[in-house]
């Protein structure tokens, strides 16, 4: 799969595509920062030669961002012509190539490093529910579990769709944490078109909840309302906020989430056009 992307890279390089307009991008929607703050950012690291959270991208074109609260409208944005590229983290983007068949790679952009935890309310039971996910997230990974979950569900899942996960059911727990889900990263955050979760978001919960004994219920929202849903206490937890390893400013995290450890990481992001 690499190679055919690098080929497909220096074909795009090679004919010359470069032009004075501004690249129309669309990324998911970002919880700290509106969509022409994230524009400027990438411009004004473009011209200091980092391109802001990119490290490198092979292309001197502006890139204008267009934020989508979904996969989904992202994709339809594309096939429509709003926007010229879809920018996608590696795995997902992969993921979209292979499910989708519909698109190409344009540039793969290496980053700073970035990864993905649980977002939390900052407030007393969002601190002490966050202390508690860091210490089963830092024993899945001491154990090798988060490792074996990443293998199976994310790189040996093949083109097909995630499977299903069983929650286990706790007769006598009271409490429970209701977790948000977006299924706007497949195949490590997914949902299948019956609104059912699954895959490796949905495996790594599932084991969350067998190691502090406690009943795991699933509330399902665009990437958009991620942090309204934790702050409105409709959710205790989102499950994923993307931060950027060794930045001044974060484009994902808002001051009034607390973050759990990092659970999964990646730095590349690919351009896919039509």
């Given at each position: 799969?690499?190679?055919?992307?690098?080929?497909?890279?220096?074909?795009?390089?090679?004919?010359?595509?470069?032009?004075?307009?501004?690249?129309?991008?669309?990324?998911?929607?970002?919880?700290?920062?509106?969509?022409?703050?994230?524009?400027?950012?990438?411009?004004?690291?473009?011209?200091?030669?980092?391109?802001g959270f990119f490290t490198?991208?092979?292309?001197?074109?502006?890139?204008?961002?267009?934020?989508?609260?979904?996969?989904?409208?992202?994709?339809?944005?594309?096939?429509?012509?709003?926007?010229?590229?879809?920018?996608?983290?590696?795995?997902?983007?992969?993921?979209?190539l292979n499910v989708t068949?519909?698109?190409?790679?344009?540039?793969?952009?290496?980053?700073?490093?970035?990864?993905?935890?649980?977002?939390?309310?900052?407030?007393?039971?969002?601190?002490?529910?966050?202390?508690?996910?860091?210490?089963?997230?830092?024993?899945?990974?001491?154990?090798?579990?988060?490792?074996?979950?990443?293998?199976?569900?994310?790189?040996?899942?093949?083109?097909?769709?995630?499977?299903?996960?069983?929650?286990?059911?706790?007769?006598?727990?009271?409490?429970?944490?209701?977790?948000?889900?977006?299924?706007?990263?497949?195949?490590?955050?997914?949902?299948?078109?019956?609104?059912?979760?699954?895959?490796?978001?949905?495996?790594?919960?599932?084991?969350?909840?067998?190691?502090?004994?406690?009943?795991i219920e699933l509330t399902?929202?665009?990437?958009?309302?991620?942090?309204?849903?934790?702050?409105?206490?409709?959710?205790?937890?989102?499950?994923?906020?993307?931060?950027?390893?060794?930045?001044?400013?974060?484009?994902?995290?808002?001051?009034?989430?607390?973050?759990?450890?990092?659970?999964?990481?990646?730095?590349?992001?690919?351009?896919?056009?039509?």
């Open positions: 799969m690499r190679k055919v992307l690098s080929a497909l890279i220096l074909l795009a390089l090679s004919a010359g595509i470069a032009s004075a307009e501004p690249i129309k991008a669309g990324i998911l929607s970002k919880l700290n920062m509106t969509q022409e703050e994230y524009s400027e950012l990438i411009s004004n690291g473009r011209k200091a030669g980092t391109w490198s991208k092979p292309d001197d074109r502006e890139i204008e961002f267009k934020f989508y609260d979904s996969i989904q409208a992202m994709q339809l944005g594309l096939n429509a012509g709003e926007i010229e590229e879809a920018v996608l983290p590696e795995v997902v983007a992969e993921y979209v068949g519909q698109y190409r790679v344009t540039a793969i952009a290496k980053t700073k490093p970035a990864y993905l935890a649980f977002g939390f309310r900052l407030d007393d039971r969002g601190k002490a529910l966050a202390a508690k996910f860091n210490d089963a997230i830092l024993a899945m990974k001491n154990d090798g579990t988060l490792a074996a979950l990443m293998g199976l569900y994310v790189y040996e899942a093949g083109i097909g769709d995630p499977e299903a996960v069983e929650f286990r059911k706790f007769d006598n727990v009271k409490d429970k944490i209701t977790i948000a889900v977006t299924g706007d990263l497949p195949p490590i955050d997914y949902v299948a078109a019956d609104g059912t979760a699954a895959g490796f978001n949905t495996a790594v919960i599932a084991e969350i909840g067998k190691r502090l004994n406690v009943n399902y929202i665009m990437s958009g309302a991620r942090a309204a849903t934790v702050m409105s206490g409709r959710a205790d937890a989102v499950f994923w906020i993307q931060g950027f390893r060794d930045v001044q400013r974060h484009s994902d995290i808002p001051e009034m989430l607390v973050l759990s450890e990092p659970y999964y990481e990646w730095n590349e992001f690919l351009f896919l056009a039509r």
